[in-house]
């Protein structure tokens, strides 16, 4: 059993984990484990780069990005698609302004953020509805956290926060199975039961389209009914969800994770991937990072969520304090931390 919410503050954790687990990927990224191994030592003993500040990268700027909607977004009462996609815009236009914004950003984010700036299109025209990046769901976790939220508005949300860039049907299932994810780990739910608790919330939300917060989206891709279009994504995240059962029978945490899950440079891979990392090291939640960071594939995202996930289950003491003192963003993390944690 996991110790009481209040105790453990899953919110504070999940987003330190989110925020150490980017930043730990951030140098091994577009390597090879090899390459990593001869850069880092043996991935068992990798430590948080840098001297003094820990940088991370867009996922956790996204993230954060997000987290700000958020607040707006609730703060004026009931969250609704209006009142989180304004706020959300603003957030990812400014993003892309930033000079910050300089952390091997990916290309379909660019891209979207760039029309949206444009305002003379619906956020629906400005998405990249044939992509799946891992964009949708590296700056999910916050509606994981974010407490108040009904399963409709959680899930409608975080959909509507994918497509915004990643309008790929895949991109919102996977979205809104990580965020769920998150959920079930910081309200305290086993490990050992997660995969099949996401295969039935996949199965239950199969068809359905949330067309309060996504409109018209559907229309952009090529299936004929918006139940067909978003079944198209559930679909595709079973599949990742069986390669996961399969992997955590016969993986060995010595094997590059993504040789069974996926590179995490897609939305589900990332997922599933992450998801794998953090299950192979329940109760060692450094370690699951540490794994994490030491991939082949899309190394800052897949240990960013990894990260969301422990932490979410292990709370705000699973991480280093050295680290925690390090990390670029640390008290804004904190701050949002602590907000969800108290309510």
């Known amino acids: ?19 150490l687990g980017d930043a730990l990927g951030f140098p091994t990224e577009f390597h090879d484990v090899p390459a990593i191994l001869d850069k880092c030592g043996p991935w068992r003993e990798m430590e948080l780069p840098g001297s003094s500040v820990a940088y991370i990268t867009d996922d956790t700027q996204m993230a954060l990005a997000v987290a700000r909607a958020l607040r707006e977004g609730t703060g004026r009462g009931t969250l609704g698609p209006k009142g989180f996609e304004r706020p959300l815009r603003e957030e990812f236009v400014d993003w892309f302004r930033s000079p910050d ?13 760039g029309l949206l700036e444009t305002g003379s299109r619906g956020w629906q025209d400005a998405s990249q509805i044939h992509s799946k990046g891992c964009g949708a769901n590296m700056r999910v976790t916050p509606l994981g956290l974010v407490p108040g939220l009904s399963d409709e508005q959680r899930a409608g949300a975080a959909q509507l926060q994918a497509g915004l860039t990643h309008g790929h049907p895949t991109g919102l299932a996977a979205a809104d199975l990580t965020a769920h994810a998150v959920r079930l780990l910081a309200q305290g739910a086993e490990p050992t039961g997660l995969v099949g608790m996401l295969r039935s919330y996949a199965y239950e939300n199969r068809e359905t389209y949330h067309e309060a917060w996504l409109g ?14 978003i079944a198209h994504g559930w679909d595709e995240c079973l599949g990742v969800l ?10 060995s945490p010595e094997t590059d994770p993504c040789l069974a899950t996926g590179a995490g440079w897609i939305a589900e891979e ?19 990072l540490r794994r994490a960071a030491c ?6 995202s897949i240990a960013a969520l990894t990260g969301a996930f422990a932490g979410a289950y292990c709370g705000a003491g699973a991480w280093p304090r ?22």
């Not at 059993?1 to 925020?19: C, D, F, V």
């Open 295 to 300: 991939t082949s594939g899309d190394s800052d």
């Open 1 to 19: 059993m996991t110790p009481m919410t209040t105790t453990r503050r899953p919110a504070t954790g999940s987003l330190l984990g989110l925020a």
């Open 101 to 113: 914004n300089n952390r091997a950003p990916g290309r379909t984010c660019l891209r979207a953020c």
């Open 216 to 229: 018209d989206l559907w229309r952009r891709g090529s299936e004929p009914t918006p139940q067909r279009f």
């Open 242 to 251: 069986d390669r996961l059962r399969g992997a955590l029978r016969e993986q």
């Open 322 to 343: 050295e680290w925690v003192a390090r990390i670029e963003h640390r008290e804004e993390l904190l701050e949002f931390g602590a907000e969800w944690d108290a309510v």
């Open 270 to 288: 990332a997922l599933a991937t992450g998801l794998l990392c953090f299950l192979l090291f329940v109760d060692e939640p450094v370690l699951a």
